[in-house]
T-cell receptor, first 112, second 113 residues
Framework: DGGITQSPKYLFRKEGQNVTLSCEQN?????MYWYRQDPGQGLRLIYY???????QKGDIAEGYSVSREKKESFPLTVTSAQKNPTAFYLC???????????FGDGTRLSIL | AQSVTQLDSQVPVFEEAPVELRCNYS??????LFWYVQYPNQGLQLLLK??????LVKGINGFEAEFNKSQTSFHLRKPSVHISDTAEYFC???????????FGTGTRLQVFP
């Protein structure tokens, strides 16, 4: 079955450490997205990519970085510059603009 | 600026009762509208969508929603809920010809036996 795989499901970060969240899709979708979810705030867009080797900042990109070297993969790095990284991170993909986005099962990041 | 408002943060309801989850949006251009459901510690699953055509949209799990352009609303309804419908529900819009989803803050539906 096609879908989006996020790993790990749970991740812990020490102060000053960078961590990378994995997102892989086998839906052959061109566009991929990263969202951050905090209680009571809905989902906020961090970064998105329409095609390989190209990506744009979303609404809350500070303290995060991404790469898109392959169509299937869109990893997110949470850097030490992100002062409040504790959240649930969701990856999504879509085939064309205006089409619904498919979501992975998320990664929950916590600070040690 | 475009925005999505879900007026109710929590909706408690007894099993087999009807439910309506409200969603209003503000936009100066045409939009596509969506409802998603999120079960605990999982991603979002698409319930239904409105792209064009009939304003009454039927989705999975017995849910339906009606697009009302004059009231800029897209309320979600189910005539009889089950315990398994307990989850967080998100309304979202995409502006026409863009690819950025704008989410509401979510409504937690709690179904009691």
């Amino acid at each position: 079955d096609g879908g989006i795989t996020q790993s790990p499901k749970y991740l812990f970060r020490k102060e000053g450490q960078n961590v990378t969240l994995s997102c892989e899709q086998n839906l052959n979708h061109d566009a991929m997205y990263w969202y951050r979810q905090d209680p009571g705030q809905g989902l906020r867009l961090i970064y998105y990519s329409q095609i390989v080797n190209d990506f744009q900042k979303g609404d809350i990109a500070e303290g995060y970085s991404v790469s898109r070297e392959k169509k299937e993969s869109f990893p997110l790095t949470v850097t030490s510059a992100q002062k409040n990284p504790t959240a649930f991170y969701l990856c999504a993909s879509s085939s064309v603009p205006g089409q619904p986005q498919h979501f992975g099962d998320g990664t929950r990041l916590s600070i040690l | 600026a475009q925005s999505v408002t879900q007026l109710d943060s929590q909706v408690p309801v007894f099993e087999e009762a009807p439910v309506e989850l409200r969603c209003n949006y503000s936009s100066s251009v045409s939009v596509y509208l969506f409802w998603y459901v999120q079960y605990p510690n999982q991603g979002l699953q698409l319930l239904l969508k409105y792209l064009s055509g009939s304003t009454l949209v039927k989705g999975i799990n017995g849910f339906e929603a009606e697009f009302n352009k004059s009231q800029t609303s897209f309320h979600l309804r189910k005539p009889s809920v089950h315990i398994s419908d307990t989850a967080e529900y998100f309304c979202a819009v995409i502006l026409y010809n863009t690819d950025k989803l704008i989410f509401g803050t979510g409504t937690r539906l709690q179904v009691f036996p």
